[in-house]
């Protein structure tokens, strides 16, 4: 039983002490005065009263009436009812008060007598005042509360004959019982009327239960308020303690939204600052730093803006606002959208019934009342399958004296599948659910709805998951129950209780409210105590019962493990790898081992596992041979390397006893447990696993304790034993606690005593434990306790374990024999006693232990800590000294000639990346990686060489390696060996080369050894100076380290070099050329020289190299000799001549008439270092001039002629872009020319006067609108739109955009002209393509010859952004979720192929400008990168004499190592560069080339495989030739020219291009078997983005042989013979299995020519001939097809050359020109046409066979041929005319001639550029009869006149013209 209410309290407006405006409440009388003993009188009711402050108010209002809350000490609730009423004020009150109103200065001294003031100086107006009556219970009983007050202030009021003491007396003495009411012997006991003695009657019903909270109507008003969304996530933030702000204005509406709040927790109570109503004076309340949940007044919103951490709900606005910072975890799905479709279902019935064509008339919707329990059935719904199953995981750490009860949270969240859920987390960490468990995890106590609940209803609420309508039907169930707790007896409700009259208050009342006479209520009070005294005391029997336990929870969440789905197939795996291993049938064991590793990623194998080895174990103890050992280790490190340090599976805590268990022998009296080596995991150091384990085990022993006696007691009944066994400790404890009070004294203190010794034995036991897992075996070293962060002290700043002391001793005792000093054995030691005393403080304390017994533990746990160290010194000396595990013999990598090893093998495993070949994934194939082998660092090279681990794969030898100088990105990583998955420190190489390494290191590999690695590799990968390149130190005596300038002596130096240039030039550079037969380059590092004497080299060839034919007139000294003509000698001038760009001499009679020179203005350098130092400028530019052209331009790169059209001779400029003035600034000041003129400007005019100077020396182009103009170009590949004028950004990197020319405009139909007026109607003579930014503002001026075509090029740092996303997409560290569609998703955001096709297409419309007669200047950026790039693409697109091998090598050496670009910058090659990156822009060139390859696939005479070896070899700095940053730079260190003298001997190449020269004398890799070029010399590729194709340099790889671009060590071990079988049956298959990422693709399946042309080499050999070269061969091959190829003159090719390539070229989608007949057969090798004066003979002219050799293949002369035919020839002085096979070579500028028409022997050659004239001859002696006098022409030389005869006089006057042609084009 308990009194209604506690004190009674009138409370009244005072004056504030201080006198300010407001006032402050006094109480008036309380009763009883004296406080009672259980329930002291509360402080502060007074500010409780008038939450916004007391205050006077002018009018009178209504009463008010609300209930406050306030928390004592022992955080009991004090229910506070206020009633609030106003009375006129007493002219004392009135008067002060009035004072202060009108602000006076004089305050009424503080105690002092207040005078009254004269009457005169009190307003009219009438003040009143408050006044509050206050009750104050323990009980939530608000209508009671309301009802009582109400009645006093009815008899106050309206004068009832009613004494106020009596009935006040009776309110204080009324009692009632507590919760319980069926419980009871009767109604009467649950339902209690009272009367308080005024004729009054109230019915009071307690609650049925306790526990369960009273809501009435409050959930409900909180929905409708706030909406669900808002009331959701209000219940989420109570829950994870977060801090809730209710404002309202209304007082009532706070204290029933904060009651509904709280109602919603249960069956969690809410633990912290609950203030419903909080006064205005207290508001500083809000800023604590703890959870709450507090209601305001709306009045105060202002003040409660700055709370940033504070979730605000507003009540009368209907919102709640969260704070940015705040995060409010949602409930886990599906619970989530479960409960919110319930709650709607609830709160808005009709919703379902919305849509339906015939609603139902009426919808039953519930009462407030009812539907408030509804929503609460919702939540408790909620709750129950929250924590569903929760009592498993409650360990019972002690029963007597009182339950000792700890939850085991890992094990709860692991077995719901919510261990990642962040509320769950939140929720059991929290302060709520600690209650939760003290309270409800008690065995024996009475139980309540919710225990029912979530014991047997969850199976129910699963079921019903799917049928909205059972749903419903249980909330509603549940809500009864709700319902008839909160109204047990809804019948007996009578109340009877006065009301004043209406509007009351505003009547006068007779009198202010009585003072009441203390006596009497006093004496009423002492009278009821002292009955109650005499009375027996009503002890309430509560029912106490086992609490059900419910069945064992399932996971809330059906998660799929994905690929680990433990099938029985799994774990029947790992069962029979552990049988094995204990039966030691090893090799079994080890075939199955890497089935059982992947496996044991699944929890089923893990749990498996544990339950399996428990089996292998008796009397705690297994001794195994040291390969099981090895097993059972390696098997538990994979099991536990999966563990969160949670451990919420189990599976850490069911190892834990085996690995004390299982052991081996050492020697004799050492012992080695299985703990030593499975520590490195992070659960050990976790003492919340700590503290699980424990309390587990307690558990568990405390079960035995109180189960043993009772089979001691009855052994006869055998058959319940097991019964007994089966009961849970939960179980046994409630049965316990039911015996408890029946014991005696003695029993009560021997069970204690019994439980408080278990606890403490399990706390040494786990000290010891431990011990066990925290010390390393090595103590001395320490392993520096990886991830042990948690070992540390908190307290201490650092968190690792061992600070700087400790690190410095490691460092110098790592190799000391004996091992440890003592200062790291007392660390180590010493971190982990603290470790250990800190979980002994907490678990001791919180299961009782004794002191006495912690003080001993306190000083037991260093000596167990010193004993284990003592133990594992011998361990360790001992472990040492095992023979070590067999590894794999480390595999030696084949070097190259002259490549030296830095640090041989360290043992390492090469690890899977993200790229799925070579895994055995989905991909298919052999795991072939992980593998276990070795990293060497040599010279040039990082190389792995290793074996797989997968014992299956076979003996496959997997090599993967990367030149040091291609290294991109180097980062340390930590990862998981695959073999004993210990986590290793591991090292990620990535490559410009495409080939990424990712290896850990093996645990012998020291930490040291590891990082010397580094420090090696970064050292080799940045040397400091360009000689300390592989390069240059291979093979020479060059020390790294000296000084710059040594190397004086090796070449001249520059300045001798510039000295003879121009005194030699003059007489050199006219003969240079006439004295020169036939076109030879063989490279110019030995030119002159003996053949080198290179047997060593790999790639020797055993012929002699044909001495040069270029010998400079003996007249010259030695070094001007070499000096002149190496400078002419450079790719530059032989290109420049083949092009008939012009001589050096400018007196010649012949050379006026050439617009361009050869300038050697720049032979010092001087003007621009990055240029080449002889010069194409106009004829009639003075060398003076350039230096003032130069310097408007960026890097001085002024505008230089690098090729000339033979077609149309428009010529291609390249120069840096503009500087600020120049010719922009020319433009724009065009009108207003400043009065002096700068220097500035004279050097702008000097650069108009340039581009003029270039403009004039083109051939005017009259036809102003005829075929030229551009309108013409067909626009079948073109992409953009708009007009001519600038090219704008189109795609995100915008380099270019769309409108330049119909190159660019919108694409339409086959060649139909675009739109005509895109183009000023007079084409301009020179279009000068510069960058946007550049040009702003330009305009054009319609008189001048050169028009601008600003567009936006993308700068080096964007390419080198897309470079690093296109590596990491084609060499993923990590593997992707989705492989496919992450590859091309990365590839497209890398923006690769946008750039890509921007350079196409800028270099398309150049070609298209070029080819209409326009020339092009190309002005991009510094003039070295993107200009170089499209410059190469123009040329390569536009002369198809750049599509042979020779060709591209001089383009590249022309355009790119003479023009300056700048090799060594961009590709970052020393220390300097290390800052700025690897920028790719050669690579991007050789894509864009590879990309016009796959369109034209017959134009190129070098096969895809070349590309990617100059890719490889442009960053691999294995050759010399793409070293340094210009021309000026190598002859400064003397690269460029070798002194002859200097022998080179035995040395491997040092140019790229003498290196391919030598390889494809012995192999046709270089060679491209298709190449049968086209007519059209002109090709214009597609290049939208997808027309490109991802090249696959940058996804293919081969294991066997690491990349294929050092031919030496590609080439495999020879095959071996063919064998007979022993049992003598046929040979066996040649068959083999070619593995796509394993070996190399092109050498397992050669193409079958190569294959063809091997085979002859191999039986050519057999025959004991000597092999012919395959280049003969092949040739020899295609003239006996041409000879095939026309039996009687018109027979259709027929053999395998002759295939439908034309259709393969077509459906590439390269854009044909039909033509007459035979034009499209490519390859139908030349019909019988050998006058070549047929109909389609113009064609046949300009088109050459496809027997196209090259020089470096053969002795024979290589064949161009431009023209060919049949020719009479008179020979020398009386020799006779005969009949020869002219071939006329517009490429090589000869006419050349053979016997006959398949001889491949040239007999002469007639060098074009000594040809002075042709004309007309006659016949002469000895001359064929039957031809015309008129076919008969002379060709004159100057040495000699040559006579020709033609079969007929068209064919004669051909042969004249194209001669002519010829020359002219010269």
Same mark, same amino acid.
């Given at each position: ?88 004020v007493e002219p004392t009150q009135e008067a002060v008060c009035t004072e202060d109103a009108a602000g006076r200065e004089e305050e009424a001294d503080e ?526 490190n994979c099991c536990l390397q999966d563990c969160t340090s949670l451990d919420e599976h189990g599976i850490a805590a069911a190892l834990l006893p085996l ?548 077609? !149309?001779?428009?010529?291609?400029? &390249? =120069? #840096?872009? *503009?500087? +600020?003035?120049?010719?922009?600034? $020319?433009?724009?000041? /065009? ?54 004028? !600038?090219?704008?950004?189109?795609? &995100? =990197? #915008?380099? *270019?955009? +769309?409108?330049?020319?119909?190159? $660019?405009?919108?694409? /339409? ?558």
């Amino acid at each position: 039983m308990a009194r209604l209410a506690d004190y009674f309290v009138l409370v009244a407006f005072g004056p504030h002490p201080r006198g300010s405006g407001e006032g402050q409440g006094h109480i008036l009388q309380r009763f009883p005065e004296k406080d009672w003993e259980d329930n002291p009188f509360p402080q502060g009711i007074e500010l409780f009263c008038q939450p916004s402050g007391w205050q006077l108010c002018p009018e009178r209002s209504p009463p008010t009436f609300f209930v406050a809350v306030l928390t004592d000490i022992n955080s009991e609730r004090h229910y506070c009812a206020c009633l609030t009423f106003w009375e006129p004020v007493e002219p004392t009150q009135e008067a002060v008060c009035t004072e202060d109103a009108a602000g006076r200065e004089e305050e009424a001294d503080e105690g002092g007598p207040v005078r009254l003031p004269p009457a005169a100086a009190v307003p009219p107006g009438q003040l009143f005042a408050p006044k509050t009556l206050v009750l104050v219970s323990r009980l939530d009983h608000a209508e009671v509360f309301r009802n009582s007050l109400g009645l006093i202030y009815t008899i106050h009021v309206e004068g009832l004959n009613v004494g106020l003491e009596n009935v006040v007396g009776n309110l204080l003495t009324c009692i009632i019982p507590l919760a319980g009411g069926s419980q009871l012997d009767s109604v009467e006991d649950g339902v209690r009327t009272i009367s308080l003695g005024a004729g009054d009657r109230q019915v009071i019903q307690t609650p049925l239960t306790d526990s369960l909270p009273i809501s009435r109507c409050s959930v409900a008003l909180l929905f409708r308020q706030l909406g669900i969304a808002n009331v959701l996530s209000l219940f989420c933030a109570a829950l994870t303690e977060h801090k809730v702000l209710f404002l309202s204005r209304s007082y009532q509406r706070l204290s029933d939204a904060c009651r509904g709040l709280l109602a919603l927790l249960f069956p969690l109570r809410y633990s912290f600052t609950y203030v419903p109503i909080l006064p205005a004076q207290l508001l500083e309340v809000l800023s604590t730093p703890t959870p709450f949940v507090i209601g305001v007044n709306a009045a105060f919103q202002a003040e409660t803006q700055e709370l940033l951490d504070v979730i605000v709900a507003d009540l009368d606005g209907g919102t709640v606002t969260v704070p940015e910072c705040v995060h409010i975890p949602a409930l886990p799905e599906p619970l989530h959208s479960q409960t919110h479709s319930v709650l709607s279902m609830v709160l808005d019935p009709e919703l379902d019934l919305a849509d339906l064509a015939f609603p139902p008339p009426t919808v039953s919707t519930s009462s407030l009342k009812m539907q408030d329990k509804e929503l609460r059935a919702v939540f408790l719904r909620l709750f129950a399958q929250l924590l569903q199953g929760y009592r498993w995981c409650l360990h019972m750490v002690r029963i007597h004296p009182e339950p000792v009860i700890r939850f085991h949270k890992a094990a709860f969240l692991g077995q719901r599948g919510l261990v990642e859920d962040d509320f769950l987390m939140k929720v059991l960490e929290g302060m709520a659910f600690a209650g939760f468990v003290s309270e409800r995890g008690v065995p024996y106590r009475p139980t309540d709805l919710f225990d029912e609940l979530v014991a047997h209803e969850v199976a129910r609420m699963r079921a019903d998951e799917n049928h909205p309508q059972r749903v419903l039907s249980h909330v509603k169930e549940l809500a009864e129950q709700l319902y008839k707790n909160e109204n047990p007896y809804p019948a007996v409700a009578m109340h009877k209780v006065q009301r004043p009259g209406e509007a009351s208050h505003l009547r006068r009342a007779p009198r202010p409210f009585p003072r009441l006479d203390e006596g009497t209520v006093q004496w009423i009070v002492d009278q009821a105590t002292a009955k109650m005294q005499g009375a027996p005391p009503a002890v309430k029997a509560e029912r106490r019962t086992t609490v059900p336990s419910g069945p064992p929870m399932t996971a809330i969440l059906e998660r799929s493990s994905g690929l680990h789905g433990n099938s029985a197939r799994r774990l029947e795996v790992v069962r029979n790898c552990i049988s094995y291993v204990f039966e030691g049938k090893m090799l079994e064991a080890k075939k199955l081992l890497p089935a059982v590793l992947r496996a044991l990623k699944g929890r089923a194998a893990r749990r498996c596992l544990a339950q399996e080895l428990h089996l292998h174990v008796q009397q705690n103890r297994a001794v195994l041979d040291h390969q099981q050992f090895d097993f059972v280790v390696r098997m538990m490190n994979c099991c536990l390397q999966d563990c969160t340090s949670l451990d919420e599976h189990g599976i850490a805590a069911a190892l834990l006893p085996l690995v004390t268990a299982f052991c081996r022998k050492l020697s004799p009296g050492v012992t080695q447990f299985a703990y030593s080596c499975v520590q490195e995991h992070v659960v050990w150091s976790t003492p919340q696993f700590w503290e699980a384990m424990f309390y587990g085990d307690v558990q568990t022993h405390i079960r035995a304790l109180y189960l043993e006696p009772a089979e001691d007691r009855d052994p006869a009944q055998v058959g319940e034993a097991p019964a007994e066994d089966e009961r849970s400790a939960l179980d046994v404890a409630s049965e316990q606690r039911r015996l408890w009070p029946t014991l005696s004294r003695e029993k009560q203190q021997e069970l204690v005593q019994k439980e408080e010794s278990t606890v403490f034995s399990q706390a040494i036991h786990y000290a010891n434990r431990m011990s066990y897992l925290l010390l390393p075996l090595d103590t001395s070293k320490s392993r520096l306790l990886r991830e042990r962060a948690g070992l540390g002290d908190p307290e201490s700043a650092s968190n690792s374990l061992l600070t700087s002391s400790m690190a410095g001793s490691v460092a110098e005792s790592y190799d000391t024999e004996s091992g440890f000093e003592d200062a790291e054995t007392c660390d180590v030691a010493g971190a982990v006693v603290r470790f250990i005393n800190r979980f002994v403080d907490k678990v001791c304390t919180e299961s009782g232990v004794t002191s006495d017994h912690l003080k001993g533990l306190h000083v037991m746990v260093p000596d167990i800590v010193q004993m284990h160290i003592e133990t594992l010194e011998a361990v360790y000396r001992e472990s040492k000294r095992l023979p070590p595990i067999q590894k794999p013999k480390l595999l030696r990598p084949r070097l190259l000639p002259g490549e030296e090893c830095v640090l041989d093998g360290l043992r390492v495993y090469l690890l899977p990346d993200g790229r799925e070949e070579g895994v055995g994934g989905s991909v298919g194939g052999p795991a072939l990686l992980p593998a276990e082998g070795a990293v060497f660092l040599t010279t040039y090279r990082v190389i792995f060489t290793g074996m797989p681990t997968d014992p299956l794969v076979g003996e496959q030898v997997v090599v993967r390696s990367l030149p040091v100088a291609a290294l991109t990105k180097e980062k340390r990583i930590s990862v998981q060996n695959p073999v004993d998955q210990l986590l290793q420190d591991g090292l990620q190489l990535r490559s410009c080369t495409f080939q990424l390494l990712k290896m850990a290191f093996d645990e012998e590999v020291g930490s040291d050894s590891a990082e010397l690695f580094r420090k090696q590799l970064h050292k080799l990968r940045y040397p400091p100076d360009v000689r300390d390149t592989f390069a240059f130190t291979l093979g020479s005596a060059h020390t790294p380290g000296q000084p710059p300038r040594a190397t004086k002596g090796k070449g001249p130096s520059l300045r001798t070099l510039s000295r003879n240039l121009m005194k030699n030039a003059k007489k050199t550079m006219g003969r240079q050329y006439v004295t020169r037969k036939k076109y030879h380059p063989p490279s110019w590092e030995h030119r002159g020289q003996p053949p080198p004497e290179d047997q060593e080299d790999a790639i020797s060839v055993s012929e002699e190299l044909e001495p040069s034919t270029l010998t400079p007139s003996s007249a010259l000294k030695p070094s001007d000799r070499m000096t002149m003509s190496s400078l002419v000698e450079r790719a530059c001038c032989r290109d420049y001549q083949r092009l008939g760009l012009g001589t050096l001499s400018s007196s010649l009679s012949r050379a006026k008439s050439e617009p361009f020179r050869i300038s050697p203005v720049n032979r010092m350098y001087a003007i621009c270092r990055s240029y080449p130092g002889l010069l194409i400028v106009p004829q009639s530019v003075q060398d003076n001039a350039l230096q003032r052209v130069s310097r408007c331009y960026r890097q001085n790169r002024f505008p230089v002629v690098c090729w000339r059209s033979g077609r !149309s001779k428009a010529v291609l400029l &390249r =120069s #840096g872009g *503009l500087h +600020g003035k120049g010719v922009v600034g $020319l433009f724009k000041a /065009q009108n207003a020319p400043s009065p002096g003129q700068s220097q500035a400007d004279s050097s702008s005019l000097e650069q108009e006067k340039y581009l003029q100077a270039v403009v004039s020396s083109m051939p005017r182009f009259a036809d102003a609108s005829g075929r030229n103009t551009l309108s013409g170009f067909s626009s079948v590949h073109m992409g953009g739109h708009g007009k001519w004028g !600038s090219v704008r950004a189109s795609g &995100r =990197s #915008g380099v *270019l955009g +769309g409108d330049v020319g119909s190159r $660019l405009a919108a694409p /339409q139909a086959n060649g139909a002209p675009p739109d005509p007026g895109f183009l000023r109607p007079q084409r301009a003579a020179l279009y000068i393509i510069g960058d946007k930014a550049q040009l702003k503002g330009v305009r054009p001026d319609p008189l001048q010859q050169w028009e601008l075509v600003p567009i936006e090029v993308f700068e080096a740092r964007q390419v080198k952004t897309s470079f690093k996303k296109l590596l990491k997409a084609c060499v993923p560290g990590c593997p992707a979720a989705e492989p496919s569609s992450a590859f091309l998703r990365s590839l497209e955001d890398s923006e690769w192929l946008t750039q890509i096709h921007k350079l196409l297409q800028v270099s398309v419309l150049v070609v298209e400008l070029l080819d209409s007669g326009s020339s092009v200047l190309v002005s991009l950026e510094d003039g070295w990168d993107i200009t170089t790039q499209v410059v190469s693409l123009v040329q390569l697109l536009s002369d198809p004499f750049y599509r042979t091998l020779e060709g591209f090598r001089l383009l590249v050496e022309k355009e790119w190592l003479s023009f300056g670009h700048r090799f060594s910058h961009r590709g970052a090659h020393t220390l300097a560069g290390q800052s700025s990156g690897f920028t790719p822009v050669f690579l991007q060139f050789l894509d864009c080339v590879h990309q016009v390859h796959l369109q034209f696939p017959m134009e190129f005479e070098f096969s895809p495989f070349y590309l990617k070896f100059l890719g490889y070899h442009h960053v691999s700095r294995r050759f010399r030739t793409f070293l340094l940053d210009s021309d000026y730079e190598r002859i400064e260190l003397g690269l460029l020219y070798e002194e002859k003298g200097e022998r080179r001997g035995q040395q491997a190449c040092r140019s790229v291009w003498e290196y391919v020269d030598r390889l494809s004398k012995r192999t046709p890799v270089f060679y491209n078997y298709m190449y049968a070029p086209e007519d059209t010399e002109v090709l214009r590729p597609y290049s939208n983005v997808s027309n490109l194709k991802v090249w696959d340099f940058y996804t293919e790889e081969s294991l066997a042989e690491g990349p294929p671009y050092d031919w030496e060590l590609a080439q495999g071990p020879p095959e071996p013979p063919e064998e007979e079988r022993l049992d003598g049956g046929a040979p066996q298959s040649r068959r083999r299995v070619v593995w796509p990422c394993y070996d190399s693709r092109p050498r397992a399946q050669p193409d079958a020519i190569s294959r063809l042309l091997e085979e002859l080499q191999r039986l050519e050999t057999e025959l004991g001939r000597p092999p012919e070269r395959w280049k003969d061969t092949w040739d020899r091959v295609k003239a006996t097809q041409r000879l095939e190829g026309r039996p009687d003159g018109r027979g259709t090719p027929s053999s395998l050359l002759v295939s439908s390539v034309p259709h393969h070229r077509r459906s590439l989608g390269v854009y044909l020109q039909e033509g007459p007949v035979g034009s499209t057969l490519s390859l139908s090798l030349d019909s019988d046409q050998s006058s070549g004066s047929t109909a389609s003979g113009s064609r046949q002219a300009a088109r050459r066979s496809t027997s196209t050799l090259y020089s470096q293949f053969q002795t024979a002369e290589s064949e161009n041929r431009s023209h060919e035919g049949t020719l009479y020839k008179k020979g020398a002085f009386m020799k006779p005319w005969k009949a020869r096979w002219f071939v006329l070579d517009k490429t090589k500028h000869q006419l050349r001639y053979y016997d006959h028409r398949v001889d491949t022997e040239c007999k002469g050659i007639i060098d074009l550029a000594e040809v002075e004239a042709v004309a007309p001859g006659t016949p002469t002696m000895g001359a064929p009869k039957t031809v015309d006098e008129k076919a008969f022409f002379d060709v004159k030389t100057t040495r000699r006149v040559y006579n020709f005869c033609a079969q007929d006089v068209p064919s004669a006057q051909q042969w004249v013209d194209q001669i002519q042609g010829c020359l002219s084009d010269a």
